[in-house]
T-cell receptor, first 117, second 115 residues
Framework: AQSVAQPEDQVNVAEGNPLTVKCTYSVSGNPYLFWYVQYPNRGLQFLLKYITGDNLVKGSYGFEAEFNKSQTSFHLKKPSALVSDSALYFCAVRDGRGYSSASKIIFGSGTRLSIRP | NAGVTQTPKFQVLKTGQSMTLQCAQDMNHEYMSWYRQDPGMGLRLIHYSVGAGITDQGEVPNGYNVSRSTTEDFPLRLLSAAPSQTSVYFC??????????????FGNGTRLTVT
């Protein structure tokens, strides 16, 4: 069964420093990977996705993610953090095989990112 | 363009009561789904639909029913509410029937408390 893990409940970074939010996955078949962000009292918003191609994926708000097949990881990164990046971040995965399983997108437990001024 | 609309925003139920959480989208999306969000658990998929008349179970379907009679609407029914169903519920939709090429669009959630 597909699964996704976010090993850190919280990440604290100073403004202007680089940030990394970690995600590892387990799927059968080709992985389809996503990052979403959630601001307080709102639904999730799409940041970026990996389907195929370049291992470095660029997304919204200056975020990027690095796909590493050998380590089954899809870490979210940003070169210079902003206070406004403080939010809850979710990694998600969709199994690449089969019609019914293809319609399920499974989310990780979330990582709270806190950027201090 | 309203996107994904969920009603109500807040609801308090007593154990054993029933209710329906409403979800409507005006983007002509084929795929719709329901998630619940609990602290430390992330989002867990309850049910999903790849088009009108088609529904399937997710990770945690027990205690919930869904139907999809139109493309626009995907209501979630709690037949006999239990305290374990206290959660924040999110509806999400996607243009593609297989939602890997187009992102999920989320509503703002319904906060449900069962006493």
């Amino acid at each position: 069964a597909q699964s996704v893990a976010q090993p850190e409940d919280q990440v604290n970074v100073a403004e202007g420093n680089p940030l990394t939010v970690k995600c590892t996955y387990s799927v059968s078949g080709n992985p389809y990977l996503f990052w979403y962000v959630q601001y307080p009292n709102r639904g999730l918003q799409f940041l970026l996705k990996y389907i195929t191609g370049d291992n470095l994926v660029k997304g919204s708000y200056g975020f990027e993610a690095e796909f590493n097949k050998s380590q089954t990881s899809f870490h979210l990164k940003k070169p210079s953090a902003l206070v406004s990046d403080s939010a809850l971040y979710f990694c998600a995965v969709r199994d690449g095989r089969g019609y019914s399983s293809a319609s399920k997108i499974i989310f990780g437990s979330g990582t709270r990112l806190s950027i201090r001024p | 363009n309203a996107g994904v609309t969920q009603t109500p925003k807040f609801q308090v139920l007593k154990t054993g009561q029933s209710m329906t959480l409403q979800c409507a989208q005006d983007m002509n999306h084929e795929y719709m789904s329901w998630y619940r969000q609990d602290p430390g658990m992330g989002l867990r998929l309850i049910h999903y639909s790849v088009g009108a008349g088609i529904t399937d179970q997710g990770e945690v379907p027990n205690g919930y029913n869904v139907s999809r009679s139109t493309t626009e609407d995907f209501p979630l029914r709690l037949l006999s509410a239990a305290p374990s169903q206290t959660s924040v519920y999110f509806c999400a939709s996607s243009y593609d029937r297989v939602p890997y090429n187009s992102p999920l669009h989320f509503g703002n959630g319904t906060r449900l408390t069962v006493t």
